[in-house]
């Protein structure tokens, strides 16, 4: 420092005070100010104060320059910008080796000075004034509605920009000089959303950031208008779309692009479309959102319906409607119709599943970009994915999962316990409103790589179990009110069952696990996966012999860090558990009970399709692949390991291009006969009745749940394809209680043979339409029509009539 007042180059401390038409309270502010710093010059050194002018109209400027003190300084702005614009010419302007900056009206007293310089002496690079921590003495209040504005956005502040300061606005801050010139130089926003542009510049470059609780009160003449609020909002917008790379915006773009390549056969026509190796699930999952939106748009119970499995119903909760997504995309299903709403949400959400594991991998595991790219996707795209991607949403629709699991890691540092615990609380509860299944064989492998790495860092794991638990324990507090009823309902309501049993060869035979997927783009063989899986929808392994290898490459490789150990076990741990109760050991008869023989008895797991518990490996395997690519990248970089840096990334290009899918198959859709489609079926069903498809719609044969979603859901279905109960102890079974009839004309539709049909089945018929209320049958063109028409006619006594491209029986008296 050299010269006297107003001629050094630097100094010990610079106040900065943006100003705008502040002729009336400037001066008393100035005048508090540099008399404090007058007397205690012995503790602040050299001093300045910077006016920042933000182009007023009054005196404002007139009140500066009339002081005539030595040590205050005024800089101009031609035309008035707002006070972000203010602050970032005052601070630019400052020399000191800190930087305070005050509002103008001087709520917090300078005196509170001292507090700020006293946590920043302690090591923090900026303290800030708060009126919402412990030890702040507010005297004058500001109105409710303000103070109201003020907490609401400052808890939208913390989630999406400066986590864990409970008060950004507050207008009394003291930074490090050097870092203060290079976060507001930084800076782009010119209105009230500085203070939280400039705080989360701090926050992203690690520089910590003390909250400091200080005395203040509410002065008269404030210029923080109503429509302020809304302008701090879209700034923060602004902020967040900045704070993206241009990299992680071109992931989220590649995501998208992927997800609408592999729905392509359906997505620009999805009415039209239908993919085959979805079986039936497609009209099931079209059915369930237009039953919600049904149910929205008339305020009924959206637990439940009899608008199928009529006249008892369907337990909503006890099937996987995802209430979670079809309530909110409800009024698209009812302007667009359900199989839109269907197809924008498997597009999207597979989309963002990819993207919330690429924003996990980049904040927890690696800061490469691409190869957390490469590892979203195959936790995403994995054949596992692509093949629940034909007609599950509830196992495309992801995205809570690596954030859930982020809030598990944040319990796990013991930082902010309540906190972390509430939001798990309230992610969880909205996941159970997704799927419960996911969710369950998501703590499965999270238990699975919790005990795998506490094994290997037992010092890491002493230390987070505590507050991990004790979040946990807020988070089932916070979470279990909300679902209570839900849940209640599920398995104590109408329409409630036990358990779904899947048979005892329901888990994976080990060689799917390195066999090639039906989808793959260039190594897909559809016979071979089909004998080594459920159905095209349960494809739950089929990673691939390469990928299988690389991934043991890379456990050997890296084999010293607990990570890639835990995720090892992980991954192995739930390709065992696949297998299901009894391991048959490939081309011989040699059989092993399996793990799941114990774990499948546990309440909730009876009901897992075990096979499906090789999914957990895709998130496994894809932040295996990450750490390796990463590893690779820095290699290619070093002379010494170049060449063997690119030899191992032309292996990871020969392990993943199998895994690439082809878009799904999809067929042009069966129409919807005439006599549904233009509404000819209204006269021949009461008020209180059904329509009869023949045979009855159930998990095999469902299109008539097509019919009636193009109907409106005008009328009531007996059958159907949904998880309903059966007999006394209540099992769960796939579709409706099968009644006489309805078995008969399913056996018909089969087999083509009528049985003779006299008195005593002509009576169990009339039974059986009575029981569903039926006001009519209607039997379209399809295999085996001809009998059906025969059993019919049969047991009604009547030939029944064409029109409308189908047969009807009018079965009202008279008819």
């Known amino acids: 420092m050299n010269g006297g007042p107003g001629t050094v180059d630097t100094v010990d401390l610079s106040v900065v005070v943006p100003a705008y038409n502040e002729e009336a309270r400037l001066g008393p502010t100035l005048a508090a100010i540099t008399r404090y710093l007058s007397e205690t010059e012995g503790r602040w050194g050299a001093w300045e104060i910077v006016v920042a002018d933000d182009g007023s109209t009054d005196g404002t400027r007139d009140v500066v320059t009339g002081l005539g003190h030595p040590r205050v300084r005024l800089v101009r702005s031609p035309r008035n910008r707002g006070k972000g614009h203010a602050l970032r010419l005052g601070v630019a302007d400052s020399r000191g080796h800190r930087v305070l900056v005050t509002d103008a009206d001087l709520a917090a007293p300078i005196e509170e000075l001292e507090r700020l310089d006293k946590a920043l002496s302690e090591g923090n690079t900026g303290a800030i004034g708060s009126r919402s921590v412990p030890g702040a003495d507010i005297a004058h209040r500001q109105h409710p509605v303000r103070e109201w504005l003020g907490r609401a956005g400052n808890l939208l502040i913390r989630a999406t920009a400066v986590p864990g300061i409970r008060d950004t606005q507050c207008g009394f801050k003291l930074f490090d000089g050097d870092r203060a010139r290079t976060a507001f130089a930084a800076s782009r926003l010119d209105g009230w959303g500085i203070d ?332 071979t996966a089909n004998s080594l899986s459920l159905n095209p929808t349960e494809q739950n392994a089929f990673y691939g012999w390469p990928l299988v290898a690389l991934a043991l490459a890379i456990v050997v490789r890296l084999w010293e860090r607990a990570l890639v150990k835990a995720l090892a076990f992980t991954a192995v741990a739930a390709a065992v558990l696949s297998l299901g109760p009894k391991i048959r050991i490939p081309l011989t008869d040699t059989v092993f009970p399996g793990p799941w023989s114990w774990l499948g008895r546990l309440p909730l797991f009876e009901s897992v399709i075990e096979g499906r518990v090789a999914m957990i490996c895709a998130p496994a395997l894809g932040v295996l692949l990450a750490v390796a690519v990463a590893r690779l990248a820095t290699a290619v970089r070093t002379p010494e390991a170049r060449y063997a840096g690119y030899a191992g990334l032309l292996g990871v290009a020969l392990a993943l291009l199998p895994l690439v899918p082809a878009p799904l198959k999809s067929v042009e859709r069966a129409p919807v006969p005439a006599f549904i489609a233009d509404g000819m079926w209204k006269p021949y069903v009461h008020q209180g009745e059904s329509l009869v498809p023949v045979p009855l719609p159930d998990p095999g044969a469902a299109e008539a749940l097509h019919w009636q979603t193009a109907a409106g859901l005008g009328f009531k279905l007996p059958g159907g394809y949904f998880n309903g109960p059966y007999g006394a102890d209540r099992i769960g079974i796939y579709g409706a209680v099968p009644r006489y009839t309805s078995d008969l004309l399913r056996d018909v539709r089969y087999s083509g043979v009528v049985p003779d049909l006299g008195k005593d089945w002509q009576a169990q018929a009339r039974r059986d339409f009575a029981y569903w209320k039926a006001g009519a049958l209607v039997l379209a063109p399809q295999t085996n029509d001809g009998p059906l028409r025969e059993a019919l006619t049969k047991l009604t006594g009547e030939p029944g009539k064409w029109t409308g491209g189908v047969w009807v029986w009018d079965l009202h008296e008279g008819s």
């Not at 542009?197 to 109503?226: D, I, N, Y």
């Not at 916070?478 to 069952?497: E, N, R």
């Open 196 to 527: 939280v542009e400039v705080l989360h510049h701090f926050h992203r470059s690690g520089w910590p950031v003390a909250e400091v609780p200080v005395r203040w009160s509410h002065q008269p003449g404030s210029k923080v208008g109503p429509l302020d609020y809304a302008r701090v909002l879209a700034d923060l917008v602004r902020l967040r779309a900045r704070a993206l790379r241009p990299a992680d915006l071109l992931a989220a773009v590649l995501f998208l692009l992927m997800a609408v390549a592999l729905y392509s056969g359906r997505f620009f026509d999805p009415g039209h479309r239908y993919f085959p190796d979805s079986l039936q699930d497609q009209n099931q999952w079209e059915w369930f959102f237009a039953v919600t939106a049904h149910n929205v748009a008339h305020l009924h119970n959206p637990l439940f319906s009899d608008l199928q499995g009529f006249p008892d119903g369907v337990n909503l909760m006890a099937n996987t409607v995802m209430l979670g997504v079809s309530v909110p995309l409800a009024p698209l299903t009812l302007l667009a119709g359900p199989a839109v709403a269907l197809s924008v949400c498997m597009a999207l959400g597979l989309a963002a599943t990819a993207a919330a594991w690429y924003w996990l991998i980049v904040k927890r595991v690696v800061r490469h970009r691409a190869a957390a790219f490469l590892g979203a996707s195959l936790a995403a795209f994995a054949p596992p994915m692509v093949s629940h991607a034909n007609a599950h949403p509830n196992f495309v629709v992801l995205f809570m999962v690596p954030l859930i699991i982020d809030r598990l890691l944040r319990l796990c540092a013991g930082t902010r316990v309540v906190r972390d615990g509430i939001v798990l609380g309230l992610m969880t509860a909205y996941q159970i409103f997704l799927g419960e299944e996911p969710l369950l064989l998501a703590s499965l492998g999270l238990l699975l790589f919790a005990a795998g790495y506490a094994v290997v860092r037992r010092d890491v794991a002493r230390l987070a179990w505590r507050p991990l638990a004790k979040g946990v324990l807020i988070g089932a507090a916070v979470c279990l009110p909300l679902v209570a009823y839900p849940l209640y309902w599920q398995f104590a309501g109408p329409q409630s069952y036990k358990s779904v049993l899947h048979g005892d060869n329901a888990g994976n035979s080990p060689l799917s696990l390195v066999a090639f997927a039906e989808r793959s783009l260039i190594a897909g063989d559809a016979q």
